[in-house]
């Protein structure tokens, strides 16, 4: 027998944070920020339910704030395990933990706060950390094997699957939204006996997957025509690669003319360098397209600006163009200062490409509001504010659902987990009803006993 905890990732999109306890061996499957609302920064400073020191073993899905956020915290916290991902998951995570720092102590100054954890923790965690491929298998104690395979959400993402005593379960983490533009289809998980898996879209579809290409193309055209910006929220990691292959392809192909593109992100930036050696885990495609010489993310008009002074002088471009910056929720990072400049003109486009959490204020535009609070300032919006569903990096609910169909598995429980209460509680049904399968969706700090 096993406990399966879950003390994040339920109720709420993010914070994910799993245990599996044998009672000889503790394993930890992900330790997220919880992000989004004005109470996030309280609880991600709050002690973990568990004694971290009590862990053995953290296993990563993939490198998402919401999934490896906490890691250096729990290290600091007293974690002296061993941390096992896929290799580009550990290179990403290294990156995105330095951004993450440097933002805490930025706030920490201003607020008068403390940030949850610093540079000499993130370097404990990484020589903790250990990359590994897909389909290889680790031993991790007490008969246990883990191993990853191609969750199809960003670059390295996982499903984890651990196995012992001929039992299996299987941690979906994200699922990635098939076809995405640089990756391949998830792989289906098989013949397991418990199932933690996503649910944020499981109460709804992607109507636009087919015609995504084709609306960012009308977009575009539209700036152009107007002479006006579109800008783009985008996740510095998987959404912001994929926009610059998108528009890539459309400037190569002569569907578009050029036009002034801005990538202002400097950790989109050092992402992207990731992506361009790490061409064995995108999809073969995407893989022959640069073997045959075209680089990706690199096309007439495109301009990396990695210094303020540089991102401030964006301003003054006054011909059309596209800024695509971070983050993909407007939360924080440089795209909040191109809303305040821009949100008040008519003939800016703010286009979302991904999920907006509840209280971000990607959501509050999203929901049609008139006035948005950044930083401090009162912004009025006249924008047009447009969504394309069909770029988000998550599976939705038919895919979901498909993703356990075509498991051909008979599992004793499946655990809803990581979407919004009515997310989850529509997939926990939809299961249920359609494929006649044991699913629940549990509460936060709910601890479930297992055959295992």
């Given at each position: 027998?096993?406990t399966?905890?879950?003390?994040?990732?339920?109720?709420?999109?993010?914070?994910?944070?799993?245990?599996l306890?044998t009672?000889k061996?503790?394993?930890?499957?992900?330790?997220?920020?919880v992000?989004g609302?004005k109470f996030?920064?309280?609880?991600?400073?709050?002690?973990?339910?568990?004694?971290?020191a009590d862990?053995?073993?953290?296993?990563v899905?993939h490198?998402?704030?919401?999934?490896?956020g906490?890691i250096?915290k729990?290290?600091?916290d007293g974690?002296?395990?061993?941390?096992y991902?896929t290799?580009p998951?550990r290179e990403?995570?290294?990156i995105?933990?330095?951004?993450?720092?440097?933002?805490m102590?930025?706030?920490?100054r201003?607020?008068?706060?403390?940030?949850?954890?610093n540079?000499a923790?993130?370097?404990?965690?990484?020589?903790?950390?250990?990359g590994?491929?897909?389909h290889?298998p680790?031993?991790?104690?007490?008969g246990?094997?883990?191993?990853?395979?191609?969750a199809?959400?960003?670059?390295g993402?996982?499903?984890?699957?651990?196995e012992?005593?001929?039992?299996?379960?299987?941690?979906?983490?994200?699922?990635?939204?098939?076809?995405?533009p640089?990756?391949?289809?998830?792989?289906?998980?098989k013949?397991?006996?418990?199932l933690?898996m996503?649910s944020?879209?499981?109460?709804?579809?992607h109507?636009?997957?087919?015609?995504?290409?084709?609306l960012?193309?009308?977009?575009i055209e539209?700036?152009?025509?107007v002479?006006g910006t579109?800008?783009?929220?985008?996740?510095?990691?998987?959404r912001?690669?994929?926009?610059?292959?998108e528009?890539?392809?459309?400037?190569e192909?002569?569907?578009?003319?050029?036009?002034?593109?801005f990538?202002d992100?400097?950790?989109?930036?050092?992402v992207?360098?990731?992506?361009?050696?790490?061409?064995?885990?995108?999809k073969p495609?995407v893989?022959?397209q640069?073997n045959e010489?075209?680089?990706?993310f690199?096309?007439?008009?495109?301009?990396?600006?990695?210094?303020?002074?540089?991102?401030?002088?964006i301003?003054?471009?006054?011909?059309?163009k596209?800024?695509?910056?971070g983050?993909?929720?407007?939360?924080g990072?440089?795209?909040?200062?191109?809303e305040k400049q821009?949100?008040?003109?008519?003939t800016?486009?703010v286009?979302l490409v991904?999920?907006?959490?509840?209280?971000?204020?990607g959501?509050?535009?999203?929901?049609?509001a008139?006035?948005v609070?950044?930083?401090g300032?009162?912004?009025?919006?006249?924008?047009?504010?447009a969504?394309?569903?069909?770029?988000?990096?998550?599976?939705?609910?038919d895919?979901?659902?498909?993703?356990?169909?075509?498991?051909?598995a008979n599992?004793k429980q499946?655990?809803?987990?990581?979407?919004?209460e009515?997310s989850?509680?529509?997939?926990?049904?939809?299961?249920?009803?359609?494929?006649?399968?044991?699913?629940?969706?549990?509460?936060?700090?709910?601890e479930?006993e297992?055959?295992?």
């Amino acid at each position: 027998m096993a406990t399966l905890g879950f003390y994040g990732g339920v109720g709420s999109v993010t914070g994910a944070n799993f245990m599996l306890d044998t009672g000889k061996l503790a394993v930890l499957i992900d330790c997220g920020l919880v992000q989004g609302d004005k109470f996030a920064k309280q609880q991600n400073a709050e002690p973990f339910t568990y004694n971290p020191a009590d862990i053995d073993v953290l296993l990563v899905t993939h490198a998402h704030a919401d999934h490896i956020g906490r890691i250096p915290k729990l290290v600091r916290d007293g974690f002296v395990g061993k941390i096992y991902s896929t290799a580009p998951t550990r290179e990403l995570a290294a990156i995105m933990l330095d951004d993450a720092v440097g933002i805490m102590e930025m706030e920490a100054r201003r607020d008068g706060t403390t940030p949850i954890y610093n540079e000499a923790d993130i370097d404990t965690a990484l020589g903790l950390w250990q990359g590994v491929g897909y389909h290889e298998p680790v031993d991790i104690g007490d008969g246990i094997t883990a191993t990853f395979t191609d969750a199809g959400h960003i670059l390295g993402s996982a499903m984890v699957q651990i196995e012992r005593n001929g039992k299996k379960l299987v941690c979906t983490g994200d699922v990635g939204n098939d076809p995405q533009p640089l990756l391949s289809p998830p792989e289906v998980p098989k013949d397991y006996d418990y199932l933690i898996m996503e649910s944020v879209y499981g109460d709804r579809t992607h109507e636009e997957v087919a015609e995504r290409t084709a609306l960012l193309q009308q977009h575009i055209e539209h700036t152009i025509a107007v002479k006006g910006t579109l800008i783009i929220p985008a996740f510095s990691l998987e959404r912001t690669q994929a926009m610059l292959f998108e528009i890539n392809n459309l400037v190569e192909q002569e569907i578009i003319p050029p036009i002034k593109t801005f990538l202002d992100s400097p950790l989109a930036i050092r992402v992207t360098d990731v992506y361009r050696h790490s061409l064995e885990y995108l999809k073969p495609a995407v893989q022959e397209q640069i073997n045959e010489g075209d680089d990706i993310f690199a096309f007439e008009g495109l301009s990396f600006t990695e210094s303020v002074k540089e991102s401030r002088e964006i301003a003054r471009f006054g011909g059309p163009k596209i800024i695509i910056a971070g983050s993909g929720m407007s939360h924080g990072g440089r795209i909040r200062t191109h809303e305040k400049q821009f949100l008040g003109e008519t003939t800016t486009t703010v286009l979302l490409v991904g999920y907006q959490t509840v209280g971000s204020v990607g959501r509050l535009l999203q929901d049609g509001a008139k006035h948005v609070t950044i930083d401090g300032d009162d912004v009025r919006v006249k924008a047009k504010i447009a969504r394309i569903r069909g770029y988000s990096g998550h599976a939705d609910r038919d895919q979901l659902l498909n993703l356990v169909y075509r498991s051909d598995a008979n599992p004793k429980q499946i655990f809803v987990t990581m979407g919004e209460e009515k997310s989850s509680l529509h997939l926990v049904q939809r299961l249920r009803d359609y494929l006649g399968m044991p699913a629940m969706a549990p509460a936060e700090n709910q601890e479930i006993e297992i055959d295992f």
